[in-house]
């Protein structure tokens, strides 16, 4: 088994209109840090695999497609075999034309991104060498619920501490044959929001800055993967200083580096990927008019697609948004594929992904969505299906 890592720079230039919340006029002022576009590929037995992370709020269905072609053109690996992951800050540039007082995504800049970030998947493959890949899983406590019941009225986005909420922080260790960290791979379920509307700067948020701290304290390119964290914000808080972010993603970092230095876990070479398109009933998003509609233009419906990949002994399921943490739960105890954890924010984004009962509780996720109940069923069924063909291949 081979594996290579890059990382490139994709902060937007400036001025840059920034996007994840519902503010007019807010422009960067600043870029507090970088944002990084990072490739994980991995090779066994003449196939070859990759992950790409983005710190980037989200990416759209023809983003994906037209990044998975430059990547097949540059380095021949399989638009299925290709996994694309947003962070999902809300302290970068918009990508899909998502908020009707904002000025259109500059596509000439879109055009570039998409390069830059095919870029990172051609230096990770140019830099293959002999790997193998370890898996540890610890308890994180970073994140709180924030759907809560009013005594009297519907639910409202605060903090629930008795709320479902996912602990686990997981990693990914790819280790070169000298001993060395080529890359990692972080996932958890948190909303990088610590920094919120009334900030202006440019950053990754609290992932930013755990991938920083872990890159300077072993080596090698960190990737984080978001996880089920639709309704799953930072225990401390939304809207906080930019000191209050670093603490929270050195905190992560602190995990995340206990993990990947702990004993020698047994490698497994086992590669593969599986993917299934699937067309859904659709809703009206309550702001997302724009990009519903093109889509629904172009493709006649709403198609979206769902995506295993398997990479050692760690295997990633996609959602195309916002994955409840009740969702990607349900995902996870109904396949086969173990061990695996939720993607979210891959290769599309439809908007949130909640389940029965969280559309008859109300409040802001069942209605910031593309997809009725009955196609989050269809998702979860597709999920389930593309991970258990992976399971057995």
Known sequence: MRAGAASVDITPPMPAWLCGFGVDNRV??????D?????LVVEHEGRAVALVACELLWLERRNVQVLRRLIEESCGLAPGDVMVACTHTHSGPDTIDWWKTHPPVNQEWLNTLLRQIA??????????????LETHSGHATLGVNRRKRAERGPVQMTANPEGP?????????????????LASVVHHATHPVVLAGASLVVSGDWPGELCRTVEQALGGVCLYVNGACGDINPRAGVGRSYAEMLQVGRQAAGLAISLLCGEPAEPR???????????????EHSYLTVPQQRRLAADG????EVQALRLGPLSFISAPGECLVETGWKVLAETALRP???AGYTNDYVGYLPLQHIYAEGGYE?????????????YVAAAVEVADRLAAD
């Open 165 to 181: 909420v996912e602990q686990a922080l997981t990693t990914l260790r790819v280790v070169g044959d000298d001993g060395g960290l």
């Open 269 to 283: 070479e086992a590669l593969g990927a599986a993917s299934v398109d699937i067309s859904v009933p659709w809703q």
């Open 35 to 39: 944002l990084h576009a990072r490739a």
């Open 28 to 33: 960067a002022t600043e870029v507090a840090d």
């Open 301 to 304: 419906g709403l198609v979206t």
């Open 340 to 342: 695996a954890v939720i």
């Open 366 to 378: 069942p209605q910031a969505t593309m997809l009725t109940q009955e196609a989050v069923l269809q």
């Open 119 to 132: 870029g990172a998947v051609y230096l990770a493959q140019q830099r293959l060498r002999p790997a193998r």
